[in-house]
C-alpha cells in the first residue's frame, strides 16, 4: 500500500542538507529518551508505543459500545476540550460526507460536540436542537475537574435526566476519564455509567488512540481497525531501529527546527481540501502546547487554500519573512467531476474543458508552492494517497512523533502546559470560586473594582 511520504526539497534554498543532517545524533538521543521514558516528561510518554500496545478484545469493546450507541440513538453529544476533543473532531470532519446533515440516510448516530467553548448561544441551540432527538453523551475528561467540559456536561446531563428519567439517562452516557481520579471518575462510578479508561501516561493531545478518539470515531461509523492499522505503520516507519534518513517524524521534526534557527518562527499548516480543517487545529494544538514554553518555540497557525489565498496569501507572498509552510496533500479525492465545455465561454474557461475541479486544485497547489517558495517562504511538503481512516491514522502518529522529538530537540518538555492556568486562575478568581479568596481581591484592585 502507497504510504504518507515526506518532501523537503522546497526547505534547501533556506536551510542546508548538512544542517539538517547536523541532527541526526541528537534525533537518535532523543527518540532513545522517548522509547525509553528517560526524556523530560517520560511520565507522559505511554503513547509512543500505544499503537501497537491495543488488542483484538479492546477494539472489540469499544465498537460494541459504539454499535450500542448507534441502536439506542440518532445523535451522540461528544463533550471534551482540547486534547478531550479535536483529534476526534478532526478525524470525523476529514472522513464525513460535506453535507452530511442533509443526507437521509445515514447509519451511524450524527457526532455533535459540545464543552469546547463557553458559549451560551451554542449550548442553547444545541438544547434546542436536542429537545425533540433521541441522544447519547459521551464525555471526555482525563482530569475530570476541566470548566468547560464539566459545565457542557452538567447542562446536558440534566437536560437528558428530564427528557428520558434519571435511569434511562444512565445507560445513554459514557465517560472517558482517569482510572482512578476526578470528579468524573467518580460520578461515573457512583452512577454506573459505562466508562473507558484514559492510561496514566497518555497526555490529551497524544490521546488520539486512546478512547478518547477511538470511541467517538467508532461511533461515528469509521473503521478505528483501519485508523490504528495506520498508527502502527507509521510507529514501526519512526522506530529507534529505523536510520534517520527513513524516519519521516526525525526528517520533519530535524527540519523544522533548522528553520527555526533560521529565523522562522512561524510555521503554518496548509491543506487543499476543506474536510482537513480540524486536522489543522489539531496539530495546531499539538505543537503550540507542546513547544510554545520558556519563551522558544515555533508558533503554529493553520490555513485553508485556496480560500485563504484570498486573504492570508498575500501576507504569505509578502509580508515579514519569518514564516514556513507546511502542505498536507492528497493525491486522490473521493469523486471525479469534470469542467464541461460551454458553447459561448463567456467566462473564458474553456482551457479548462474536460479537466478534473482537482486537476486545477493540482496546479493551485504546485502554483502556490512555488510562488511561496519564491517569495521566501520554505516548504515542507506531506503527501498522503488518500484521506482515509488509515492515512489519517499514519498522519497522526507521525506528529506526534514528531512533536516528541523536536520539543527535545528545542530543549522543553513537550508533554506539560504549565501555561494554561494562568487564565484559569484568573477566571476563578473573578467568579470568586471557593479557595480563591486572596486572588479575588487581588484581582478586583488591580482592575480598580
Ligand atoms: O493536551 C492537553 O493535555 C490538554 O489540551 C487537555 O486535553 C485539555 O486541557 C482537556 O483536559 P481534560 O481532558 O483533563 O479535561
Known amino acids: 500500500m502507497a504510504e504518507l511520504k515526506l518532501d523537503i526539497s522546497n526547505v534547501f534554498p533556506f536551510v542546508t542538507k548538512e544542517i539538517i543532517s547536523g541532527y541526526k545524533k541528537d534525533v537518535k538521543q532523543h527518540l532513545e529518551s522517548l522509547h525509553n521514558k528517560t526524556g523530560p516528561g517520560s511520565e507522559m510518554t505511554g503513547w509512543v508505543d500505544l499503537p501497537s500496545r491495543i488488542t483484538e478484545d479492546y477494539v472489540d469493546k469499544i ?15 461528544v463533550i471534551g476540550i482540547g486534547g478531550s476533543f479535536l483529534g476526534a473532531k478532526a478525524i470525523i470532519h476529514a472522513i464525513s460526507h460535506n453535507f452530511e446533515y442533509l443526507i437521509e440516510k445515514k447509519k451511524a448516530p450524527f457526532i455533535l460536540f459540545a464543552g469546547q467553548n463557553i458559549g451560551e448561544d451554542y449550548l442553547s441551540e444545541l438544547i434546542e436542537v436536542l429537545n425533540h432527538k433521541k441522544y447519547a453523551i459521551i464525555v471526555i475528561s482525563k482530569s475530570g475537574t476541566t470548566t468547560e467540559p464539566a459545565i457542557a456536561f452538567r447542562i446536558l446531563k440534566n437536560h437528558l435526566e ?9 445507560k445513554r452516557i459514557i465517560a472517558i476519564t482517569d482510572q482512578k481520579k476526578g470528579a468524573l471518575r467518580i460520578l461515573a462510578d457512583q452512577r454506573g455509567y459505562t466508562s473507558f479508561v484514559i492510561p496514566e501516561d497518555v497526555g490529551g493531545r497524544y490521546s ?51 528553520l527555526y534557527r533560521a529565523g ?47 486573504s ?124 480563591f479568596e486572596e486572588e479575588t481581591k487581588k484581582i478586583w484592585q488591580r482592575i480598580g473594582r
Not at 459504539?66 to 453529544?77: G, H, K, P, R, T
Not at 508558533?299 to 485556496?306: E, G, I, K, R, W
Open 63 to 77: 465498537e460494541k459500545t459504539a454499535d450500542e450507541l448507534s441502536d439506542m440513538v440518532d445523535i451522540v453529544v
Open 162 to 170: 428530564r427528557q428520558i428519567g434519571v435511569k434511562e439517562a444512565g
Open 208 to 258: 488520539v488512540l486512546a478512547p478518547v478518539g477511538l470511541l467517538p470515531v467508532a461511533t461515528a461509523g469509521l473503521s478505528i481497525r483501519k485508523f490504528i492499522d495506520g498508527a502502527r505503520t507509521m510507529e514501526k516507519r519512526t522506530g529507534l531501529d529505523v536510520p534517520f534518513e527513513d524516519n519521516p517524524s526525525a526528517i520533519y521534526a530535524s527540519t523544522r527546527n533548522a
Open 264 to 310: 522562522k518562527n512561524i510555521e503554518i499548516l496548509a491543506n487543499y481540501n476543506n474536510k482537513l480543517i480540524f486536522l489543522s487545529e489539531w496539530w495546531k494544538q499539538l505543537y503550540g502546547e507542546s513547544e510554545g514554553k520558556e519563551h522558544k518555540g515555533i508558533f503554529p497557525a493553520s490555513v485553508n487554500f485556496t480560500a485563504d489565498l484570498h
Open 312 to 435: 492570508m496569501g498575500q501576507y504569505i507572498q509578502e509580508g515579514t519573512r519569518n514564516l514556513f509552510e507546511i502542505v498536507i496533500s492528497a493525491t486522490h479525492t473521493d469523486h471525479t467531476l469534470i469542467i464541461p465545455d460551454d458553447e459561448d465561454n463567456l467566462d473564458q474557461l474553456n482551457f479548462l474543458s474536460g479537466k478534473r475541479i482537482d486537476d486545477v486544485n493540482k496546479m493551485a497547489e504546485l502554483g502556490t508552492i512555488l510562488a511561496h517558495v519564491d517569495g521566501g517562504v520554505p516548504n515542507i511538503r506531506i503527501v498522503i494517497p488518500e484521506i482515509n481512516e488509515y492515512h489519517l491514522g499514519e498522519l497522526i502518529y507521525f506528529f506526534e512523533k514528531a512533536c516528541g522529538i523536536s520539543g527535545y530537540l528545542l530543549g522543553i518538555n513537550p508533554f506539560n502546559q504549565p501555561g494554561v492556568e494562568a487564565y484559569k486562575k484568573n477566571m476563578f478568581a473573578l467568579l470568586e470560586k471557593p479557595g
